[in-house]
Structure formats: structure tokens, C-alpha cells
């Protein structure tokens, strides 16, 4: 099961992330985001962490050369991304697409897709994630083409019970293991990490 820790801001709780078993750290690109963090800083932090963690850049509206060029001066290995013409026109980088399950989602189920993840998470309007509300799993599941990752909501308390349903490829986790936006809370975020991969 990959595990994605989203939203870090500070390289504490990305240590704190990796000792707990995270695949992916997330690294909140969006100033509109109470999670954002500069690229500067982000670069500074990946620096230093082990190459098998995977890095990934969140990144809203922001131009396909601008999301390349700072891919690589920070040193990301994935790039996650809201708009499909976006991931069209960044065929080199490894793309997780992310999108919102409401009444109007559909996802077909086929290889053909251009990106090598899709992000599935609650509606969140202009906050692009970090909610702390869920969606029906159940409509992740059932897809053998498309590799999911489940976010919205989850925590401690019901990853085991999202996992049985949804049966993703990841699930990625952000609001509900933070004692305020930005920071995590360590004990949360190891139960959560202890249960999503036990």
C-alpha cells in the first residue's frame, strides 16, 4: 500500500512521516493553501531525505513549463495535478491526477490513461483538498486499469474499513492527522500510518 503524508511543511514532520512508514510526501505548492510551502524552503527539506521516499509536488493553475522547470530545482519525483490539459502537456514527469467524486465523476476503466495515478478525494471547491471530509469509497472500487489513491477524511479510525472498500492502490492523508494546518501531529499520524499498512 503506498501511503502518501500530504501537506508537509516542515522537515520534522517529514522525518517523523518516513520513521512511521510513508511512500510519499506531499509538498503543497498552492499559496492559496494553508499548507503551502515555498519552493526554497521544499527544496531544503527534500535535500536531505532518503531517495526511496517519494516526493510530490501539489501544484493548482500553475503553467505546465513552470511545473517542470520547479519539478526539477526542488527535486520532486511526482508531480499531482487538478486539470487533465495540464498532464497532457507534461508527458516527461510522472503525473498523479487528482479530481473530486461527486454526482458528475466517472472514470473509465481503461490503460489508456495519461497519468500513472489518479487522486481521488472529497469535494473541496476552492481549498483543491485538505477538507477533512470523506466520499462514498465504494465508488473507487472496482477499477483494475487505473491505479487509485483514496484521500478525504481519512484517519486513524477508518483507513481499515476505507482500504476494504475501496481496495486502492494508496491512500494519502492530510488534514485529520494535524494538531492545526501545516503541522502534524505525530502520534496521529503514526497510528494512521500503523494502521494503513498493518
Request: some cysteine; hydrophobic content about 45%; glycine content about 8%.
Amino acid at each position: 500500500m503506498m501511503v502518501k503524508i500530504c501537506g508537509i511543511t516542515n522537515r520534522e514532520d517529514a522525518l517523523a512521516a518516513i520513521e512511521g512508514g510513508a511512500s510519499a510526501l506531499g509538498f503543497n505548492f498552492y499559496p492559496k493553501s494553508p499548507r503551502y510551502v515555498e519552493p526554497d524552503r521544499a527544496a531544503e527539506m527534500i535535500a536531505g531525505l532518503p531517495r526511496a521516499i517519494w516526493k510530490v509536488g501539489i501544484f493548482v493553475n500553475d503553467p505546465p513549463q513552470r511545473i517542470s522547470e520547479m519539478a526539477r530545482r526542488v527535486g520532486l519525483d511526482v508531480v499531482q495535478l487538478y486539470k487533465m490539459e495540464d498532464v497532457l502537456r507534461l508527458p516527461d514527469l510522472r503525473v498523479w491526477y487528482a479530481d473530486h467524486v461527486d454526482y458528475e465523476f466517472f472514470l473509465s476503466d481503461t490503460a489508456d490513461h495519461p497519468f500513472e495515478a489518479i487522486l481521488l478525494d472529497a469535494p473541496a471547491g476552492a481549498a483543491y483538498g485538505g477538507t477533512g471530509r470523506t466520499f462514498d469509497w465504494s465508488v473507487a472500487a472496482g477499477y483494475r486499469n487505473v491505479k487509485i489513491i483514496l484521500a478525504g477524511g481519512l484517519d486513524a479510525s477508518n483507513i481499515k474499513r476505507a482500504i476494504a472498500t475501496a481496495r486502492p492502490w494508496g491512500v494519502d492523508v492530510c488534514s485529520r492527522i494535524e494538531s492545526e494546518p501545516g503541522r502534524k501531529d505525530h502520534v496521529k499520524m503514526a497510528q494512521f500510518l500503523k494502521e494503513a499498512t498493518s
